[in-house]
């Protein structure tokens, strides 16, 4: 248990809304907290089918790039704004635009980014239920000889039936509400204690696995070694996209995070720490997923069904597959709670700045809204699949709930508020706030950070950005 600690008041601040704040107990808390964030379904599901639709190492390495030159600034932004205002991601923006003399409008940042992890969670809870489905199927033996037509039809057959698919994202937001609500101390740091070791040690356990296989180095090369002539520039935009998703910027998480860290804890070095962590494990789940699909003599690009066609096909033919198979679900299933409840948070915390709203009440409000509005995306996966809600306009045509929610959130909400978010700490925000949150002193380090914040990251957001509206 810590108990409540308080961040000193800063410099002249009127600091009138602010409750008591709890604080993440060490930097390692906040390091396994934000990774845990970072590392979910994006890592495990999505950067394993978007390397393979996009030729492998090439893609790999622009992926990198964006990681270096546009994450780990954004992030240091976003945990910054966090720590500097104390609150949800909506008052610390207003704290600090006030602080600075700056118009309310930066609320804005805050505002969306809240709303833009509501409809995430709300699918993302969808899909973490699809996961808890399989580690079912798996261990009941269900992939063990089956063949394409089987494991296709297990798929379609989950995505039919809303019925199940409410089951399992009702179970998924249970887990997700009962951490959330005992607090950040005794229900997500503890759960966090115990999720990330153990989603450590599974990753490791499936690379091993796969390493048993003949097919390791025919993975490590997919992965490592680029043919630029596979790239595309459509492939370059999506690893930018990526880099947004993975490491969960843009939309105030690391800010609520941010918001319970403790001041003598340098947010560069733990920003840098989180952002290697979770491409770590991205690369180790491509170096766990290729190599079986390889051995298996199975097709690397099946795109979204990867993990949840091909891979299960592949353990169904190998020895040791009922296990493995099983403990590669629990992999996910873990991953996407750690990153769900870092969606939930930025929501509760402004919940409980309400006046006599407590973190039970705002993590029950906060936690149903979004489990009703997951019902939209079970709907748009079956009944509702012909409902195109913005069908008149060409650049939705033929988007369900589902694919809406995704596609404004991950295309529109996320780089439209990394770009504030770089814009507003390196071109507005107080000189004087940087250097006192930033222990890189007055020198080489910080004013590299300024000019990437200032010029690269804001262009590269905006060529992604603009490429994506036309
Ligand atoms: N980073 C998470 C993943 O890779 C997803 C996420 C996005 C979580 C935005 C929080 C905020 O799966």
Redesign the pocket.
Known sequence: MTELVQNPPLDGAADDTRKDHPLWSSRLAFILAASG???????IW?FPYITSENGGGAFVLVYLFCIALIGIPIMIAEVMIGRRGGRSPLNSMRQLAQRDGLSRRWVWIGGMGMLA?FL?LSF?SVIGGWALSYVGNSAGGLFVGADTETIGAMFGNLLSDPYTLLLWHSVFMVLVIMIVARGLSSGMEKAINILMPVLFALILVMVGYAMSTDSFGAGVSFLFEPDFSKLTTEGVLTALGHAF?????G?G?MMAYGSYLPKKVSIVKTAVTVSVV?TLVALLAGLAIFPLVFANGLEAGAGPGLIFQTLPLAFGQMSGGVLFGTLFFVLLVV??VT?AI??LEPVVEWFEEQKGISRLGGTLIGGLSIWALGILTILSLNVWSDVHPLGMFERFEGKTFFDLFDYVTANLM?PLGGLAIAIFVGWFMSKQAGENELDMGNGLAYNLFMFVLRFITPTAVLVVFIYNLL
């Open positions: 964030s970072a590392v979910g379904l994006g890592n999505k992890s995430i993302y998703f993975t490491l969960s910027l939309m998480v979770d991953a996407a990153s870092s969606l996320m």
